[in-house]
């Protein structure tokens, strides 16, 4: 009798535990439903309004794009090389359509899961269409990213179908965002321009160091040595992939929404939002390690002159192309 009385309560405290069981899985898989949602919603915020900024941005208001019609970027259908121009400007004060400090080709092969980045120095003496023969850094202010694209496709043989653009204060923000970057500097770095603002000296102390988005923007603008833009040049592409490596890393995927949010209003593309998430997605599966760079134009290929009171390198457009082929 007592057997039979114990028998329901041992089925209640076993049903009262699935009820546990089952209402906790729900309120995990809610908070997992809507931490997804956020993300979702964050970065697809951050794509419209990047996109956005392409649109409206002062920059882009330029001859040539009243010229010619838009063109919209080309279908990527998955198998295509898909190239990416990182174009960084000092906009500063009335800077409005700045010359480009950096300007990397991202080349990434969708089959073979794999990046190369071609970084072209600014003083490379090139025909930048419709204004004639001069440095690549000029078509940024001449026609804005359009023009900058076509020149450098123009000048690689590669179909560059997107361009990023970020200026100092985007840069400084996305390095601060991602809680700053381990860089091992390889010498003293120190330059002072006291017709700048101050901020923007650059005074750092060889060795290992973490860097924050300030200290990281002078690491990548030192020019002040024997190497000049060549070494410039190999530090962007260094910093580049370290960069690339931390957005990957699980600690800065838990703060992306943060991270969005701060460098949305410096960045802008002509990059669609649906474009993004699946470039995305391939950008998670690329082999960081086998990632390799290449200076354009290479050692060797170029001829030092001083053209119009300008330094600049003059190369043949042929031999680069060949060797960005044989690359």
């Given at each position: ?147 900058a694209m076509e020149t450098v496709g123009q000048l690689t043989g590669l179909n560059v179908q997107y361009y990023v653009y970020v200026d100092f204060e985007g840069f400084i923000a996305l390095i ?152």
């Amino acid at each position: 009798m007592l057997k039979q009385q114990a028998m329901p309560r041992k089925r209640s405290n076993q049903t009262k535990r699935n009820r546990i069981w089952l209402y906790s899985s729900l309120g995990v898989g809610a908070v997992i439903l809507l931490i997804a949602a956020y993300y979702v919603y964050s970065i697809l915020s951050f794509t419209k309004q990047i996109h956005e900024n392409s649109e409206t941005n002062n920059m882009l208001d330029h001859r040539r794009l009243h010229e010619e019609p838009a063109h919209e970027p080309p279908e990527w259908d998955g198998k295509e090389k898909v190239n990416i121009l990182l174009l960084g400007g000092d906009a500063r004060g009335n800077r409005s359509r700045p010359l480009s400090d950096s300007n990397i080709l991202v080349s990434i092969d969708p089959e073979r899961q794999s990046a190369k980045l071609y970084s072209v120095l600014r003083d490379t003496y090139v025909d930048v269409p419709g204004y004639g023969k001069n440095r690549i850094n000029t078509a940024l202010a001449f026609g804005g990213p359009g023009l900058a694209m076509e020149t450098v496709g123009q000048l690689t043989g590669l179909n560059v179908q997107y361009y990023v653009y970020v200026d100092f204060e985007g840069f400084i923000a996305l390095i601060d965002a991602i809680g700053g970057i381990d860089v091992d500097i390889e010498k003293n770095m120190r330059r002072i321009d006291r017709a700048d603002d101050p901020r923007y000296n650059i005074d750092l102390k060889k060795g290992e160091q973490h860097l924050d988005g300030l200290q990281a923007l002078q690491y990548v603008r030192f020019r002040s040595d024997a190497k000049s833009d060549f070494g410039r040049s190999e530090r962007q592409r260094k910093f580049v992939s370290s960069v690339a490596a931390k957005m990957k890393s699980t600690t800065t995927l838990v703060q992306l929404p943060k991270v969005l949010n701060s460098i949305a209003p410096y960045l802008e593309t002509n990059i669609e939002p649906h474009e993004m998430l699946k470039l995305a997605r391939l950008g998670m599966r690329i082999d960081l390690g086998q990632m390799s760079d290449v200076q354009i134009p290479p050692a060797g290929m170029f001829k030092p002159q001083r053209i119009d009171g300008n330094d600049v390198l003059v190369i043949d457009p042929e031999q680069i192309k060949q060797y960005i082929n044989e690359q």
